[in-house]
């Protein structure tokens, strides 16, 4: 009897023993390895130009090897600059200012203030658009600019190209109504250029071949044009499919558009939206955030699909066309802000987010709270865009194929100033990233390029 019972205390206490060692400390996730605290050096340049305003895209390392950047500006009298850097000389040149590359010198109209959209590439040409950038403020919006005594209203964003070789540009097509073009993304195997106009979102597109421009009207209710269930802020991203020429966009309802190639016309997809708990509640018809629009995308040929960041919630999610699929992968924002639990400061979400140039990296910049409590988010754009000054930035990158996900640590310059307003990225061949950022210098704050050497 007594051998018994001491054979069954022995027993419970091998079972408790390894229950404790079942609930002890956890084994190590990949995430618990990240350096949170590791610092990245970020070098600053001046292109010179003093009125420099907050740039969303607007950038790319071309086939030449140089970084090409638009700076803004939201001055009546001066219009947004294009430059090039070259890492081999490590100069800058200044290229061009966008109101006289658009045929409106001296015209004294509200200027061509913005480029919000990225370059892309073709025959030796970047190709890209234009946006105002000088806007009057009704009710805490962003509203057309009303143009003071003496000027005319702004006359629509254009098409612009630039010839790499000679230097020049061309003025292809302006937007019909006076809109901006807000969004763009051209299909370099057929010839085509794409844009959605701000503030009514129209879809333009917009053929070199026959130099024929055609707006297939408004895709998203009055765009952000419209007051109260009118209103839809407006996709920022369009993704052009090369295998098949469809381009495909969202809507603040979680809509997934694709525009037809072959019918010149717009479906919606009815197979699959972004509707995803994951990405939050959101109430389109309510300014100050995306809803559930994705933010950014890219095409990723191996698959056939388009890699997309919906903003508010920094999840990374892949969309198959030809299955009509949305999986959702991982969120990627930087490992404070995992930890905390928050949505990033910025409610829009972030728009610094490529593919790198070994076409399998992700990489992405992003906020990190510098405390790790979090802090709850802003109310409204303006706000959370004085946070944002607050908050770290963070280089996050995302191998597709392993599934690798990798927070390189927060970014300063040397003078230890964080980075500010960031909503650009450019990555060249040798890995380093460059974007645009505020500077702040002599009380005065400034956007400009800087690099960040990850290596």
Not at 189 to 217: A, C, I, M, Q, V
Not at 267 to 275: C, H, M, N
Not at 363 to 375: C, F, M, R
Not at 410 to 426: E, M, R, T, W, Y
């Amino acid at each position: 009897m007594a051998f018994g019972l001491t054979h069954r205390v022995a027993t419970l206490a091998a079972v408790l023993l390894a229950l404790l060692a079942c609930n002890g400390p956890r084994a190590k996730r990949a995430s618990d390895a990240l350096p949170t605290s590791k610092k990245l050096a970020a070098r600053s340049f001046d292109s010179g130009f003093s009125l420099s305003h907050g740039t969303f895209n607007g950038m790319l390392c071309a086939s030449d090897g140089k970084i090409y950047y638009v700076l803004c500006s939201d001055s009546i009298d001066t219009g947004a600059q294009m430059y090039s850097y070259e890492p081999a000389t490590d100069k800058i040149r200044h290229l061009g200012d966008l109101t006289e590359a658009s045929g409106e010198k001296g015209l004294k109209t509200i200027p061509q203030g913005k480029s919000h959209v990225n370059f892309v590439e073709a025959n030796g040409k970047l190709y890209f658009a234009t946006h105002v950038g000088y806007y009057t403020i009704r009710d805490g919006r962003e509203t057309m600019g009303v143009p003071p005594p003496g000027y005319k209203p702004y006359p629509g964003g254009h098409f612009l190209a630039y010839d790499m070789a000679s230097g020049k540009f061309e003025s292809l097509a302006a937007a019909p109504a006076g809109q901006g073009i807000l969004s763009m993304n051209m299909d370099t195997k057929r010839g085509r250029l794409y844009g959605l106009t701000w503030p009514s979102g129209y879809f333009l597109r917009y053929d070199l071949e026959t130099r024929s421009l055609k707006n297939l009207g408004p895709v998203s209710k009055e765009g952000e044009n419209g007051n109260g269930p009118a209103y839809r802020v407006l996709c920022r991203s369009l993704a052009v499919d090369p295998e098949d020429g469809s381009v495909y966009f969202t809507t603040s309802d979680g809509d997934i558009l694709r525009y037809q190639y072959d019918h010149d016309a717009i479906e919606t997809v009815q197979a699959e939206d972004l509707r995803k708990d994951y990405f939050g509640v959101w109430d389109p018809s309510k300014p100050g955030h995306m809803g559930y629009n994705w933010r950014q995308t890219v095409w990723y040929a191996p698959e056939k699909a388009i890699y997309a960041i919906h903003g508010n919630s920094g999840y990374l999610f892949r969309f198959d066309p030809r299955a009509a699929r949305v999986n959702v992968l991982d969120r990627i924002t930087s490992e404070p802000s995992k930890r905390s639990g928050m949505y990033d400061q910025f409610s829009y979400g972030y728009l610094s987010f490529t593919l790198g140039p070994d076409g399998r990296t992700l990489y992405y910049l992003t906020g990190g709270p510098v405390s790790e409590n979090g802090g709850r988010r802003a109310g409204n754009e303006k706000a959370t865009a004085g946070a944002r000054g607050q908050e770290d930035l963070r280089l996050v990158t995302y191998e597709i194929p392993t599934g690798s996900y990798t927070d390189h640590g927060a970014v300063f310059f040397s003078d230890g100033q964080k980075p500010s307003l960031v909503n650009s990225i450019a990555v060249a061949k040798d890995g380093s990233v460059y974007s645009l950022a505020g500077v702040a210098q002599n009380g005065h704050v400034r956007v400009d390029l800087f690099r960040i050497q990850v290596k």
